[in-house]
């Protein structure tokens, strides 16, 4: 293991010197980002620097750049803005001024730099790096250097990070901040809901976008908007207003006594002209609403980051430096970006050029052009929002013979974005012109008591940002009483299902598939939407829920750490849920830079302790006083049966002895409640309307079978041992789980998940897909440089 250890530290044969920097606007995880770059290259064996103030920090050099030592980063995770600050710097743009950067760096020795900001500070940074051999030449000439001086520095090494809140970057799906200021918005905007349906007003909320309007479409998603102006999409001059007025009309003939309507600020009509807050305000007020506006402004960058940009931070952090250390003089600069799950690299110029595309197709009013250059996900959720709630106006009703009825029912443990899932699938049945019907209190509700409701418009509208589970959610799976369930699906004659939940889901949807052979009516389509805390259902990388579940870990983890800075000298062992699966031990101990974490994959032994003590002492003899927050173990509920989670406090406390403090926390359920983070709303909806898409395609393809329950029965025959076999090719893709994979999202068979991937004792999947988050977080937290010590 420690040959293993010493040759993971010598990876890379250079050593180099690297810079980290922020520049443009500060956006939250920032820290997280640098933090990461500081430690990856420390423990790469590089010299890492902290340059102060963005480009201006570059231009003065001196102080304002810092050589970073591991403990100067110590609890940057939970810190928001940039603790190394930011600046817009005129000098940068000049020449002379970046020939003065360079001076600055080849006096330090620096010839790699990490830079984390927005498209400017990516141009930046890619004009440097190819002019740097000139600019180089011109210090030699200008004196300054030596040709033997600057021999070494032939070339500079560029890695970007996009660190902005308004998710404007081609190629990339999230960038650093964008998550966290969503986050922000939707709380925001669900304060104002609430003060908004007391007085049967209507609402204008501005949020941040220049020439993007994610932030707005996302909001727009997750707060349940009525209607939403972003830069892409521009509406008809002189004409929006009939539009607008059109829906928000609609939407209160319905019920509704509020209307959410969110503005980008960068958001324009077809004639280029600026559609402000203010200009949609007036049209309601002629439409007679009680219309306030409220623009956010600033507090949306403002804050600690969310758990998805500190995990994003840090991971492309790590990459970054990585990069450095792999790029050579020829390769172009890279960029770090994400597509689903998976970290990326792409050419950084050509990401930014697209970038720019965006908003020259805007100037140039080729709008069709500005929607399609940003990327699939950002499309289809744009379709998807018309489809749920402008274009509720008869325009997407579908022929008779191709309306379903479709069930949904929660199974499990409840966990966040049920009712935002649940939501957004029966308001795309409703404007398609299908029947959702609730299955109450999961499978043993409809066996014991036949309740199943078909939802309306009005019942769903709000359950955007509901925790928990309005139509109940039970433990039970389907096989208790599948006589009962087949019979009831034959009396509303469901042609689809959608089931949300976790493991009991996944086992019930496996029951449904099994028992079509004696129940024919369960030959429809049916998904799985993975919704659980625990992350373990096979075959994917994400569950609804999770998100939300990880922020409240993070935030309750962060104020404990604060609670010891009062004592000081206090380690906090957290036990978290879980299950078999340590998912969310890990991702919490990533993201909160906990020493250690304990899983179900990541045995306890007394040699962990034992470690951990020494890791703790390490950790405890630097702190001067700076830094007085508390330590962190984190220990997954079924990590082991033996050493629990009071033992392992207790012998850190006795071997301690008297040095430092040791408590036990234990959040508990809260884990599994509170309101739907920004992210969870949003991929529910995207998943709700991907399964209602599955469905709708599956029974379009069998139109001859679908709408027929005898012709179900026809779809089997005998095999010569007598069995019931399918007739129909591929009939198992009929019931699949909706997974996330690195950078796809498909629909996985459930037959096949179950016999290839399923530990089903365990209720989990065969792949450990966060076996990184161990390695990087022992990384980051120092572990894996003791050991080497050892
Ligand atoms: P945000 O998305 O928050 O606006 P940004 O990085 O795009 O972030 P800018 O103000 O455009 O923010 O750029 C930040 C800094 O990067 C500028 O102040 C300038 O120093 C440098 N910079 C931007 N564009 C260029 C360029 N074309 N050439 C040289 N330097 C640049």
């Given at each position: 293991?420690?040959?293993l250890?010493?040759?993971?530290?010598n990876?890379?044969?250079?050593?180099?010197?690297i810079?980290?920097?922020?520049?443009?606007g500060?956006?939250?995880?920032?820290?997280?980002?640098?933090?990461a770059?500081?430690?990856t290259?420390?423990?790469?064996g590089?010299?890492?620097?902290a340059v102060?103030?963005?480009?201006?920090?570059?231009l003065r050099?001196?102080d304002?750049?810092?050589?970073?030592?591991?403990e100067?980063?110590r609890g940057?995770l939970?810190e928001?803005?940039?603790l190394?600050?930011t600046?817009r710097?005129m000098?940068?743009r000049q020449?002379?001024?970046?020939?003065?950067?360079?001076g600055?760096?080849i006096t330090?020795g620096i010839d790699?730099?990490v830079?984390?900001g927005?498209?400017?500070?990516l141009t930046g940074?890619?004009l440097?790096r190819s002019?740097?051999?000139s600019?180089?030449?011109?210090?030699v000439?200008?004196?300054?250097?030596t040709a033997?001086?600057?021999?070494p520095y032939?070339?500079l090494?560029i890695?970007?990070?996009?660190?902005?809140i308004?998710?404007d970057m081609?190629?990339?799906?999230?960038t650093?901040?964008a998550?966290?200021a969503?986050?922000?918005?939707c709380?925001?905007?669900d304060?104002?809901?609430?003060?908004a349906?007391?007085?049967s007003?209507a609402?204008?909320v501005e949020?941040m976008?220049r020439h993007?309007?994610?932030?707005?479409?996302?909001a727009?998603?997750?707060t349940?908007?009525d209607?939403?102006?972003i830069?892409?999409r521009?509406?008809?001059?002189?004409k929006?207003?009939?539009?607008l007025?059109?829906v928000?009309?609609?939407h209160r003939?319905?019920?509704r006594?509020?209307?959410?309507?969110?503005v980008?600020?960068g958001?324009?009509?077809d004639?280029l002209n600026p559609?402000?807050?203010?200009?949609?305000?007036?049209a309601?007020?002629?439409l007679?609403l009680?219309?306030k506006?409220?623009?956010?402004?600033?507090?949306?960058?403002?804050?600690t980051?969310?758990?998805?940009d500190?995990?994003?931070?840090?991971?492309q952090?790590?990459?970054a430096?990585?990069?450095?250390?792999?790029?050579t003089p020829?390769?172009?600069?890279?960029l770090?970006?994400?597509?689903e799950?998976?970290?990326i690299?792409?050419?950084?110029m050509e990401?930014?050029?697209l970038?720019?595309s965006?908003?020259?197709?805007?100037e140039s009013k080729?709008?069709?052009?500005?929607?399609s250059?940003?990327d699939?996900?950002?499309?289809e959720?744009y379709?998807?929002?018309l489809?749920?709630?402008?274009k509720?106006?008869?325009?997407?009703?579908?022929?008779e013979n191709?309306?379903?009825?479709?069930g949904i029912?929660?199974?499990?443990?409840p966990s966040a974005?049920l009712?935002?899932?649940?939501?957004?699938?029966a308001?795309?049945?409703?404007?398609?012109?299908?029947?959702p019907y609730a299955i109450m209190?999961g499978?043993?509700?409809?066996?014991?008591?036949?309740?199943?409701k078909e939802?309306s418009?009005?019942d769903v509208?709000?359950?955007h940002?509901?925790g928990?589970?309005e139509?109940?959610t039970?433990?039970?799976?389907a096989a208790?009483?599948?006589?009962?369930?087949a019979y009831?699906f034959q009396?509303f004659?469901f042609?689809?299902l959608?089931?949300l939940g976790?493991f009991?889901g996944?086992?019930?949807?496996?029951?449904l598939r099994?028992?079509?052979?004696?129940h024919?009516?369960?030959n429809?389509?049916?998904?799985?939407?993975p919704?659980?805390?625990s992350?373990?259902?096979?075959?994917?990388?994400?569950s609804?829920?999770v998100?939300?579940?990880l922020?409240?870990?993070?935030n309750?983890?962060?104020?404990?750490k604060q609670s010891?800075?009062?004592t000081?000298?206090?380690?906090f062992?957290?036990e978290v849920?879980?299950g078999?699966s340590g998912?969310?031990?890990?991702f919490?101990?990533?993201?909160?830079?906990?020493v250690?974490?304990?899983?179900?994959?990541n045995k306890?032994?007394?040699?962990?302790?034992k470690e951990d003590l020494?890791?703790?002492?390490?950790?405890?003899r630097?702190?001067?006083?700076?830094?007085r927050?508390?330590k962190?173990l984190?220990?997954?509920?079924?990590?082991s049966?033996?050493?629990s989670t009071?033992?392992?406090a207790n012998?850190?406390s006795?071997q301690s002895r008297?040095?430092?403090?040791v408590r036990?926390?234990?959040?508990?359920?809260?884990?599994?409640?509170?309101?739907?983070?920004?992210?969870?709303r949003?991929?529910?909806?995207?998943?709700?309307?991907k399964?209602?898409?599955?469905?709708?395609?599956w029974?379009?393809?069998?139109?001859?079978t679908?709408?027929?329950?005898d012709a179900r029965?026809l779809?089997?025959?005998?095999?010569?041992?007598?069995?019931k076999?399918?007739?129909?090719?591929?009939?198992?893709?009929s019931a699949?789980v909706?997974?996330v994979?690195?950078?796809?999202?498909?629909?996985?068979?459930?037959?096949?998940?179950?016999?290839?991937?399923?530990?089903v004792?365990l209720?989990?999947?065969?792949?450990?897909h966060?076996?990184?988050?161990?390695?990087i977080?022992?990384?980051?937290?120092g572990?894996?440089?003791l050991?080497?010590e050892?």
């Open positions: 293991a420690i040959n250890l010493k040759s993971s530290l990876a890379y044969k250079t050593k180099k010197k810079a980290v920097m922020t520049s443009g500060d956006s939250p995880g920032m820290n997280a980002a640098v933090r770059v500081v430690r290259g420390l423990h790469y590089c010299d890492v620097y102060y103030e963005g480009y201006e920090g570059l050099g001196g304002l750049l810092k050589k970073m030592s591991w100067d980063v940057w939970s928001g803005g940039t190394i600050g600046a710097c000098g940068f020449r002379e001024g970046r020939k003065q950067a360079a600055n760096l330090e790699a730099l830079v984390c927005g498209d400017g500070s940074a890619d440097f002019e740097w051999p600019l180089v030449q011109e210090l000439k200008d004196g300054k250097f033997e001086q600057v021999a032939r070339n090494t890695v970007g990070l996009v660190g902005s308004d998710n081609s190629g990339t799906d999230s650093i901040g998550y966290s969503l986050e922000r918005i709380e925001m905007v304060y104002i809901d609430a003060t349906k007391s007085h007003r609402f204008v949020v976008g993007c309007g994610w932030l707005a479409l996302m727009g998603i997750a349940g908007a209607y939403i102006f830069p892409e521009a509406v008809p001059h002189g929006w207003q009939d539009e007025k059109e928000c009309q609609r003939a319905k019920g006594r509020n209307n959410t309507i969110i980008a600020e958001a324009l009509d004639q559609v402000t807050a203010n200009d949609v305000k007036d309601l007020i002629d007679g009680d219309t506006v409220t623009i956010l402004g600033h507090v949306q960058r403002g804050g980051a969310v758990a998805h500190r995990w994003l931070a840090t991971l952090g790590v990459d430096v990585r990069a450095v250390l792999e790029n020829d390769t172009p600069s890279p770090i970006g994400i597509l799950n998976k970290i690299r792409m050419p950084l990401s930014v050029a970038t720019k965006v908003a020259d197709a805007i080729d709008f069709d052009k500005a929607i250059l940003r699939t996900e950002f499309i959720l379709e998807n929002f489809s749920t709630t402008v509720d106006d008869g325009s997407e009703l579908l022929p191709e309306r379903l009825n479709v029912v929660h199974v499990g443990a974005a009712n935002a899932a649940t939501r957004s699938a308001l795309y049945c409703l404007s398609h012109g299908h029947k209190n499978f043993s509700g409809l066996i014991q008591t036949g309740k199943v939802l418009w009005l509208e709000n359950w940002n509901l928990g589970s139509i109940g039970n433990r039970s799976v208790e009483d599948m006589g009962t369930i009831y009396k004659k042609d689809g959608i089931i976790g009991e996944f086992k019930s949807l496996k029951q099994d028992a079509r052979v004696d024919p009516i369960f429809i389509p049916m998904t799985l939407i919704a659980t805390i992350n373990n259902v096979p075959g994917t990388e994400y609804l829920g998100d939300t579940c922020n409240s870990l993070v309750y983890t962060d104020d404990i010891a800075s009062a000081r000298k206090r380690v062992v957290v849920q879980g078999h998912y969310i031990a890990s919490t101990g990533l993201v909160t830079g906990a250690s974490v304990y899983t179900p994959e306890i032994d007394l040699e962990s302790i020494s890791l703790l002492k390490e950790n405890f630097h702190d001067k006083g700076e830094n927050n508390g962190i984190i220990r997954n509920e079924q990590a049966s033996v050493y009071q033992l392992i012998i850190i006795e008297g040095k430092f403090g036990t926390a234990l959040p508990g359920h809260a884990q599994q409640g509170g309101v739907p983070s920004s992210k969870d949003v991929v529910a909806s995207r998943f709700a309307v399964c209602m898409k599955f469905i709708e395609n029974n379009k393809n069998n139109q001859a679908a709408k027929d329950s029965v779809r089997f025959k005998f095999n010569s041992q007598g069995e076999v399918p007739t129909v090719e591929h009939e198992d893709d699949a909706i997974c994979n690195g950078s796809h999202v498909s629909f996985k068979p459930i037959a096949r998940l179950w016999e290839k991937e399923t530990i004792e209720r989990k999947g065969q792949e450990v966060w076996k990184e988050f161990t390695k977080s022992d990384m980051l937290s572990r894996l440089k050991r080497a050892v």
